[in-house]
């Protein structure tokens, strides 16, 4: 059991990718991605007004950052590569592993590339079609 994956933070301040944002309806340029800052302590909250001069903030409800991220209420789940992967890196094998998984994991960043360039809408409406 991971102790962090809680809304009780250790740290003063938790910054991550915001999953799930699109869905939001945010006012904020969401061109470059959109990140998650958790704001934990009092000494965090005094920070506030120098995020602010430099980052465009939106305060959101909790609820709706933990909907899309669930690392936030539990922890991430082991790979199905996981154990061969941490085997590999007990025999001193890590190089050939990666050599192993390099070609496939070009082609899946590249899917994920062009992902990011279609707008949501698209994907939505693909998926309308296929329902039907």
Excluded: H
Excluded at 36 to 65: F, G, H, R
């Amino acid at each position: 059991m991971c102790n962090f994956a809680c809304p009780k933070r250790v740290g003063d301040i938790t910054i991550g990718d915001f999953w799930g944002f699109e869905r939001l309806n945010l006012s904020c340029d969401t061109t470059n991605g959109t990140s998650l800052c958790l704001i934990n302590s009092k000494k965090a909250e005094t920070m506030l007004p120098c995020l602010e001069e430099k980052l465009v903030l939106d305060e959101i409800d909790y609820q709706l950052a933990v909907k899309g991220n669930t690392c936030l209420r539990q922890p991430t789940s082991k790979g199905e590569k996981w154990d061969i992967y941490m085997q590999a890196c007990k025999d001193d094998e890590i190089s050939l592993l990666a050599e192993k998984y390099r070609k496939r994991n070009r082609k899946e960043r590249l899917r994920w590339r062009i992902k990011l360039l279609i707008p949501i809408t698209v994907f939505k409406f693909i998926k309308k079609l296929k329902t039907r």
